[in-house]
């Protein structure tokens, strides 16, 4: 092995990228209604959760959910665009959600219901990505999010949707709670959070 | 019995526990208040399929081609 040293100014040249994007840690639901991700590390610049989902509900649908963060329940807003089944294309004013006893951010459609309409073993797939999570500034989020059914009927829960939300809150996010909108999340539902910094 | 799910992210611990009486009641006031506003999503996609069906009806009878119908409703 050669001196570390000697890769210095390799390193200062961009030549050798600094970690940026760290896996925090790695969720597999395999029943249960609520999930709560606690003790987030408070070292990086940007939060990423990746979500992917199902309800074992039966009466059809997507599934919502409802986030909070650091199990407050107040201050959330929300601006989103869903597009879903044939051709229907709604936009939504949100604010909060109390699904399975968590009041937070309504999540639209981040998991799939089952259905006759849906095919079996799809799930929802969405992303979170949350700036300067530890600022004392409000946190703003997005997400984005897809449910797949495979189904062109009226009914079908497959669409996409882009919502960009914010939490009138200047304490740093240090846990994050979703509470499914019906039913019990199915296994392998999962809930990756990564850190990103930005240096 | 339904669970709850809290991760420790700094451990890595995950912790599975029972949900309340009180839980497992807002659990279900939250599945009912679901069934209610899908079935009524539901009716209102109906409504509006039955009154674009009859839409294209009326213009079809006035001389309209499929075309100029779809042209008008897109």
């Known amino acids: 092995m050669g001196n570390r040293n000697n890769l210095y100014s390799l390193w200062n040249s961009g030549g050798i990228m600094a970690n940026t994007y760290v896996h925090i840690s790695s969720t597999t639901v395999t029943s249960g209604t609520t999930v709560s991700l606690t003790s987030i590390p408070q070292t990086y610049t940007d939060l990423l959760l990746l979500v992917s989902a199902r309800s074992d509900y039966t009466g059809g649908g997507a599934v919502s959910m409802a986030m909070s963060f650091n199990s407050n329940a107040s201050s959330y807003t929300s601006k989103s665009i869903q597009y879903y089944g044939p051709s229907s294309v709604v936009s939504n004013n949100d604010t909060t959600a109390t699904y399975n006893g968590i009041t937070g951010a309504q999540a639209r459609a981040m998991a799939t219901g089952v259905s006759p309409v849906t095919t079996v073993s799809t799930f929802g797939s969405s992303s979170i990505y949350i700036p300067n999570y530890t600022s004392s500034n409000y946190k703003s989020y997005s997400v984005d999010t897809v449910t797949e059914a495979n189904s062109a009927a009226s009914n079908s829960p497959h669409g996409i949707l882009f919502a960009a939300g914010l939490w009138s809150n200047t304490a740093a996010i240090t846990s994050i709670d979703f509470g499914i909108e019906v039913g019990d999340f199915v296994s392998p539902s999962t809930f990756y959070l990564y850190g990103i910094k930005n240096s | ?74």
């Open chain 2, 1 to 74: 019995m339904p669970t709850k799910l809290i991760v420790d992210c700094s451990t890595g611990v995950t912790t599975e526990v029972e949900l309340t009486a009180e839980e497992i009641a807002q659990r279900e006031a939250d599945a009912a208040a679901y069934a209610a506003q899908k079935a009524e999503q539901d009716a209102a996609e109906a409504a509006k399929a039955v009154a674009k069906a009859s839409a294209e009806a009326k213009f079809a009878a006035l001389g309209l081609t499929t075309e100029e119908i779809a042209a008008l409703i897109k």
